[in-house]
């Protein structure tokens, strides 16, 4: 059974930093593609950025550019995001996904981010 | 971007019945749409990719059809577990984006 668990969520001060993780499980991880999506409170799901299977090739949303960061660590079946210079507008449940390369074809249950001061 | 719009925002039916919910898109994505549900507390699922192919496990009684702009998914005999919030999402090009959801909800 594919399992995606996030962690790393909370509260977080706007200009500060933090970093989610998602352990994967019943699947081989390196030979899938992963993303974050994310989805405001009240609002609709929103791509946040992908990773091919190898680490090779990532892409972004343009609000995220230059701030997020997608990795992965295939040797701990674990993927990723780094945020940095968080904004109120970052605000959200942050769910990982297996695929994003075409489609997302398994879903962690999500974990909250909330930046304010 | 490609802007993918949903309608009806909220759709209301009973068990049994047949519903469609629409998503439109800004430019064409040839046949590269995908439908998701969306339950409070289960992880979101996907239904059908690529306009008409159903995901492993996708009852029969969903259906998608459309190319180019303007899809359609088609739940035939509604059954309890199929009320939710249902988004479309085009995977034609980056970035993707999803349409603004449509709650389905029992009548």
């Known amino acids: 059974e594919v399992q995606l668990v996030e962690s790393g969520g909370g509260l977080v001060q706007p200009g500060r930093s933090m970093k989610l993780s998602c352990a994967a499980s019943?699947?081989?991880?390196?030979?899938?593609?992963m993303a974050w999506v994310r989805q405001a409170p009240t609002k609709g799901l929103e791509w946040v950025a992908t990773?091919?299977?190898?680490?090779?090739?990532?892409y972004y949303r343009d609000s995220v550019k230059g701030r997020f960061t997608i990795s992965r660590d295939n040797a701990k079946s674990t993927l990723y995001l780094q945020m940095n210079s968080l904004r109120s507008e970052d605000t959200a449940t942050y769910y990982c996904?297996?695929?994003?390369?075409?489609?997302?074809?398994?879903w962690g249950q999500g974990v909250m981010v909330t930046v304010s001061s | 971007d490609v802007q993918m719009t949903q309608s009806p925002s909220n759709l209301a039916a009973s068990p049994g019945e047949s519903v469609s919910i629409n998503c439109k898109a800004s430019?064409?994505?040839?046949?590269?749409l995908a439908w998701y549900q969306q339950k409070p507390g289960k992880a979101n699922k996907l239904l059908i990719y690529?306009?008409?192919t159903l995901q492993s496990g996708t009852p029969s009684r969903f259906s998608g059809s459309g190319s180019g702009t303007d899809f359609t998914l088609t739940i035939r005999n509604l059954e309890p577990e199929d009320f939710g919030l249902y988004y479309c999402?085009?995977?034609?090009?980056?970035?993707?984006?999803f349409g603004g959801g449509t709650k389905l909800e029992l009548k």
């Open positions: 996904t297996r695929g994003g390369i075409t489609t997302f074809d398994y």
């Open positions: 430019k064409s994505i040839s046949k590269y």
């Open positions: 019943g699947f081989t991880f390196s030979n899938y593609g």
């Open positions: 999402q085009q995977h034609n090009e980056y970035p993707r984006t």
């Open positions: 690529s306009g008409s």
């Open positions: 990773i091919s299977y190898d680490g090779s090739s990532t």
